[in-house]
């Protein structure tokens, strides 16, 4: 297997390979990773194993019933590890999303019919970091991604999906007090960091892991916001170093941060 992807990951994808190929034999073209690995940014403990399936045929329904006792298995197996990815034909790789039909998508051991795992994000990292587990090299897979399609997607994404967590960030802060200090972390980490992953694509056209966009914003946003991006950062590492002195200081300060971060992206190219 390919030496740039961590033993535990290795571990879990031999074991599914080897069950998929059991049970469900002559299907699997291809197996490609995306995501936090192909970007060399994979914590243990955190991220996920994004994957793309290629299958050689339509999934039949006793299939499928197979592949959803298969991923509920393995995550069970192994918990702190989680795969997420899609099961695709392979005339769909490197399609827009409204152009893929019949996928099957698997979330933290689940499965459903569902594209919501294919986007312009998706198809750059599989195409210019995807890593080859089985089957035909991804560099020869023959598709391309616009630029501008991906930075369209992204400017999309900051207002919908991301100001829809900035709105639920505000609520959070009329009841703080009754909020776990985990769940505050969880949320800080994933809505700073996710942010400025966005803001590096707007700036360079290019994908960046969340801990590297972050490095990488450390140069490009004021020093008012360096703390809190400090503090995201730690806990997205499971580094126990806060820069914030209170729960409430910590909201606000993402809040603020995450105003600041979306009015600059849709101040892009204006």
């Known amino acids: 297997m390919n030496v740039s992807v961590p033993t535990p990951v290795q571990n879990i994808l031999n074991d599914y390979i080897s069950n998929f190929q059991k049970q469900i034999p002559h299907t699997l073209e291809a197996l490609y990773l995306h995501g936090s690995i192909a970007l060399n940014a994979y914590t243990e403990g955190s991220s996920d194993i994004d994957f793309i399936a290629v299958m050689n045929r339509s999934l039949t329904e006793s299939d499928v019933k197979v592949i959803a006792v298969l991923h509920k298995d393995l995550n069970q197996k192994y918990k702190k590890i989680a795969m997420d990815g899609s099961y695709l034909p392979v005339d769909s790789v490197g399609k827009e999303q409204a152009e893929v039909k019949n996928c099957l998508y698997v979330n933290e051991g689940k499965i459903k019919w569902s594209n919501d795992g294919i986007n312009p994000v998706t198809w750059w990292i599989l195409k210019n970091n995807g890593i080859t587990i089985m089957g035909p090299d991804v560099t020869t897979l023959d598709f391309n991604v616009d630029e501008s399609i ?65 490095s990488y914003a450390i140069n490009h946003i004021p020093e008012r916001w360096h703390n809190i991006i400090n503090e995201a950062v730690n806990i997205q590492e499971g580094i126990n170093r806060r820069y914030c002195k209170s729960k409430k200081q910590r909201i606000e300060d993402t809040i603020q941060c995450m105003n600041y971060i979306l009015n600059t992206c849709n101040s892009m190219n204006e």
């Open 150 to 214: 991906l930075v369209d997607y992204v400017k999309e994404n900051m207002n919908t999906y991301w100001l829809n967590r900035l709105k639920t960030m505000k609520k959070y802060k009329t009841i703080a007090f009754l909020i776990p200090n985990k769940f505050i972390d969880r949320e800080v980490a994933w809505s700073i960091t996710g942010m400025l992953r966005q803001f590096y694509t707007l700036r360079e056209h290019n994908i960046a892991s969340k801990i590297d966009a972050s």
